[in-house]
C-alpha cells in the first residue's frame, strides 16, 4: 500500500508541474507568438496528455478509494489481530514465566537429585567396603570353620576308629563265672554279727571267664562296660532265717527271704539283669540273724555298650 501511494503522489506531482508549464505558456503567450504553431502542436499534445493524466487521476483515485476502503476493512482486522496478537503475547509472557519457574525448579530438584545421587554414592561405596571387609571375614571364618571341621572330622575318624576298635574288643570280651560254698556237714554260714561280715562267700569256682569273679572276697567286678545277667540260689534249714540279698556296690537290688518254720529245709533263688559300669561290684550278702547251708552265684555278659 505504501508503494501504491508513493507511486500516486509520482504522478500527482507530475500532474501539477504540467500544469504549471501550460500556466507558464499562457503568461508567455505574447512572447512566443512565433512559436504558437509549435506550442499549439505542444498544447495539443500537453492537453492530450492531461486528458489523459485526468484519466490516470481518476483511476488513481478510484484505487485510492479502493485502497481507503480496503484499509478500513483490514483496519478492523488489524484492530482484531492487534487484541488477539496481545492475548497471544499475555500468554506467552504467562507461559514464559511458568516455563522460567519450572526451569528454577527443575534446576533445584536436579541440584537435589545431584545430591541424592552422590549420598547414595557414597553409601554405595561405604557398602562395597563394609561388603568386601565381611567377605574377607567371612572367608576368614569359613576357612578357620573348615579347618576346624576338618580337624574334628579327623578327630572323630580317629575316634571311630578307636571305638571300632574297641567294639572289636568289646565283642570279643567274653565274661561268665558260677561259684558255690563249699558244702560240709552240719556247717553253717552265718549268722551276721558286730564283728563278722555279712558277705556270703562263694568259695569253690565252677566258671570264671575273664577272671571278674574275686573266690576269696564274694565279688563279681565289671571288667567292661555291659549289659549282666546274675542269678543266685541259697539252701538253709527250718532252724534259722534264710535268703539273700543282691546289692551293687553297696546298694540293695534283689533279694529272696524264707523264715523259720515247720519244714525241715528251705531253698531260695531269684535273677536279675543289671546295666553296669567299669569296675561296678555285685556281691550276696545274708540278712541279719540268717544262715544258710550252702548255695550258688552265677553270672555273665549278655553285651557290652560304648
Not at 478500513?72 to 504467562?94: C, F, H, P, S, Y
Not at 515247720?262 to 544262715?291: A, F, Q, Y
Amino acid at each position: 500500500m505504501e508503494r501504491i501511494e508513493y507511486e500516486l503522489t509520482k504522478r500527482i506531482h507530475a500532474v501539477e508541474k504540467k500544469t504549471r508549464n501550460i500556466d507558464e505558456l499562457k503568461g508567455l503567450g505574447t512572447k512566443l507568438q512565433e512559436l504558437e504553431s509549435h506550442i499549439e502542436s505542444e498544447f495539443h499534445n500537453t492537453k492530450k496528455q492531461l486528458e489523459e493524466s485526468q484519466d490516470d487521476i481518476a483511476g488513481l483515485k478510484r484505487e485510492v478509494q479502493k485502497l481507503v476502503n480496503h484499509r478500513e476493512i483490514v483496519g478492523g482486522n488489524l484492530t482484531k489481530i492487534e487484541a488477539r496478537l496481545d492475548t497471544t503475547e499475555r500468554q506467552l509472557r504467562e507461559k514464559k514465566a511458568k516455563l522460567e519457574n519450572l526451569e528454577t525448579e527443575t534446576e533445584t530438584a536436579f541440584s537435589d537429585t545431584q545430591k541424592l545421587l552422590n549420598l547414595y554414592k557414597s553409601e554405595l561405596s561405604n557398602l562395597n567396603t563394609t561388603a568386601q571387609e565381611l567377605e574377607v571375614k567371612v572367608e576368614a571364618r569359613l576357612d578357620s570353620s573348615r579347618a576346624e571341621l576338618e580337624a574334628k572330622l579327623k578327630k572323630i575318624q580317629t575316634d571311630s576308629e578307636v571305638t571300632t576298635f574297641a567294639l572289636l574288643s568289646l565283642v570279643n570280651t567274653k565274661v561268665a563265672f558260677s561259684a558255690t560254698i563249699i558244702e560240709s556237714k552240719d556247717v553253717f554260714t552265718g549268722p551276721k554279727t558286730a564283728t563278722t561280715s555279712s558277705t556270703l562267700i562263694f568259695n569253690k569256682v565252677f566258671t570264671n571267664v575273664g577272671n571278674a569273679y574275686n573266690s576269696k572276697t564274694g565279688v563279681f567286678t565289671a571288667p567292661v562296660k555291659g549289659v549282666y545277667h546274675f542269678s543266685f540260689m541259697t539252701f538253709g534249714y527250718n532252724s534259722y532265717t534264710s535268703g539273700g540279698i543282691l546289692v551293687k556296690n553297696g546298694h540293695y537290688q534283689v533279694s529272696t527271704w524264707e523264715f523259720t518254720g515247720p519244714d525241715t529245709s528251705d531253698t531260695t533263688s531269684n535273677t536279675v539283669i543289671l546295666e553296669l559300669n567299669v569296675r561296678d561290684c555285685i556281691n550276696i550278702i545274708l540278712w541279719e540273724g540268717g544262715k544258710i547251708h550252702t548255695g550258688v552265684f552265677s553270672g555273665f555278659l549278655i553285651y557290652p555298650t560304648l
